[in-house]
């Protein structure tokens, strides 16, 4: 990664290939980037910083969490669509909660556990031949 940086710092600089050989051999006493040991790859970067070279952080990948207060209201609106297509109250769901979390109301569940309440409730329907 580090002599990747180092390319990457000679390419957003514009340095050409004399004036990149000639600071590598000013800061590491070497010709090409291949020959630095871990401590001339730091000087050498720290010198195309000194220069100007703005590294930028390196990207995350993997797929960004969900907003927990988003995600938590799409799980209430998808339990009180279940709730209606199923024909039945609110109370319904409470009660679930109860059983299932020994939480009083569903507005005071967590998202873990509002996401087993869609569940729960998906699994009452396919039961009752209501389509999901």
Request: with cysteine.
């Amino acid at each position: 990664m580090s002599l990747a940086k180092i390319h990457i710092a000679k390419a957003q600089l514009g340095l050409d290939d004399d004036t990149y050989r000639a600071l590598l051999a000013r800061v590491a006493g070497v010709r090409s980037a291949k020959d630095l040991n871990p401590r001339q790859v730091g000087a050498v970067l720290r010198e195309f910083e000194r220069l100007g070279f703005q590294p930028k952080p390196a990207k995350r990948t993997g797929r960004a969490k969900p907003n927990p207060a988003t995600e938590r209201k799409a799980l209430v609106s998808k339990i009180e669509a279940q709730l209606a297509e199923a024909e039945r109250p609110l109370a319904y769901a409470d009660a679930m909660a109860l059983r299932m979390f020994q939480v009083e109301r569903v507005e005071w569940c967590d998202v873990d556990q509002l996401r087993r309440l869609v569940a729960a409730l998906a699994y009452d329907a396919k039961r009752h031949g209501r389509t999901v």
